[in-house]
């Protein structure tokens, strides 16, 4: 079994969906020959063609009306946006059609399209390359957003994404794309698209999250851990829709939360986990629910880009401060 990074996951998965599916193109700028901005699509075309793999001009409201046609006529594509914050000319064909057309068509059409996109800061980047979005898609009916955190969450997760009848936004964390390697089997297992994975136990307080911010929890919990806290985390993976009833799951056995996520706090969909928790867990809570979010701000350029991401410090203090009420 293979060691790989989150982009190599992220590779492996499509190209056993190619392999397996000749309905499975992968489509977008810069994706065959170069092999893609992150390397992601690196070797795809050489192996399954310039007809599978195909390079698009720098038109990103092109690549998302092809990929939504291609999807109603029995296709399944696999967009790429370069960066998140190119994804805003795709914005009316996605949330337009895509979303609606099974709702359009009484479920004579379905629209089963995958549009990936790296996102989120950490790695100084100009502006519209930065962006953390999720919220605004999260926020549509009719089409899946996911955020692995993992090597063996991008493989499982998105092999799902692409297997889906219905539209998937797949947003990856390019600030974690390198960060580590976990064995993964190429054996088409794929994971869930409705339910958090609990990651780590715990008894005293828990954490939720997804996407890199994974990296600043998991070091807040070792944190917490030497000082004798018990915190369980819970990676949300897909966003839309959320599984609440593992969040509520937990809560009800901690009665504590944080929330951690990059985007900035308004309208967010640690928002929307909040709400659900005070509307439904309430009586679970000890304390209320803490977020630790990015600022309601344009992600800053690269000079003042740590002190807009949320850090293993902001997270201590928030979880400091539910623990101490009684």
């Known amino acids: 079994m293979a060691k790989v990074t989150m982009v190599e996951a992220v590779t492996m998965a499509m190209a056993h969906e190619l392999e397996h599916d000749k309905s499975v193109v992968v489509l977008g700028e810069d994706v065959g020959i170069n092999g893609g901005v992150f390397r992601a699509t690196n070797g795809l075309a050489q192996r399954f063609g310039e007809d599978r793999v195909i390079?698009?001009?720098?038109?990103?409201?092109?690549?998302?009306?092809?990929?939504?046609?291609?999807?109603?006529?029995?296709?399944?594509?696999?967009?790429?946006?370069?960066?998140?914050?190119?994804?805003?000319?795709?914005?009316?064909?996605?949330?337009?059609?895509?979303?609606?057309?099974?709702?359009?068509?009484?479920?004579?059409?379905?629209?089963?399209?995958?549009?990936?996109?790296?996102?989120?800061?950490?790695?100084?980047?100009?502006?519209?390359?930065?962006?953390?979005?999720?919220?605004?898609?999260?926020?549509?009916?009719?089409?899946?957003?996911?955020?692995?955190?993992?090597?063996?969450?991008?493989?499982?997760?998105?092999l799902a994404a692409i297997r889906s009848p219905d539209p998937v936004l797949f947003f990856e964390p390019k600030r974690v794309y390198h960060l580590n390697k976990e064995e993964v089997e190429d054996d088409g297992e794929e994971y869930p698209l409705d339910m958090c994975f609990l990651i780590r136990e715990g008894s005293d307080?828990?954490?939720?999250?997804?996407?890199?911010?994974?990296?600043?929890?998991?070091?807040?919990?070792?944190?917490?851990?030497?000082?004798?806290?018990?915190?369980?985390?819970?990676?949300?993976?897909?966003?839309?829709?959320?599984?609440?009833?593992?969040?509520?799951?937990?809560?009800?056995?901690?009665?504590?939360?944080?929330?951690?996520?990059?985007?900035?706090?308004?309208?967010?969909?640690?928002?929307?986990?909040?709400?659900?928790?005070?509307?439904?867990?309430l009586y679970d809570l000890n304390a209320p629910v803490k977020r630790v979010t990015g600022y309601d701000t344009i992600m800053p350029l690269f000079k003042l880009e740590k002190k807009y991401m949320p850090t293993v410090d902001r997270i201590l203090d928030k979880v400091e401060q539910v623990l101490e009420v009684s």
């Open 55 to 158: 390079d698009t001009p720098l038109a990103e409201a092109m690549i998302a009306g092809m990929t939504v046609g291609m999807a109603t006529q029995g296709m399944k594509p696999i967009a790429e946006a370069q960066f998140m914050g190119f994804i805003f000319p795709m914005f009316e064909h996605i949330v337009c059609h895509a979303a609606r057309m099974r709702n359009r068509t009484r479920g004579r059409m379905t629209c089963p399209l995958v549009i990936r996109a790296p996102y989120g800061g950490g790695i100084h980047a100009p502006e519209h390359h930065s962006e953390s979005i999720e919220s605004m898609f999260a926020h549509t009916p009719g089409i899946k957003v996911v955020i692995p955190s993992s090597p063996s969450r991008a493989y499982g997760l998105l």
């Open 205 to 281: 307080v828990t954490l939720v999250t997804w996407g890199a911010m994974m990296k600043e929890t998991l070091e807040a919990a070792d944190e917490l851990a030497e000082r004798g806290i018990s915190a369980e985390v819970i990676d949300v993976a897909t966003i839309s829709p959320i599984d609440m009833d593992t969040i509520h799951e937990s809560v009800a056995k901690t009665g504590r939360c944080v929330i951690i996520q990059e985007a900035p706090k308004h309208c967010s969909v640690s928002s929307e986990i909040a709400a659900n928790l005070a509307d439904q867990g």
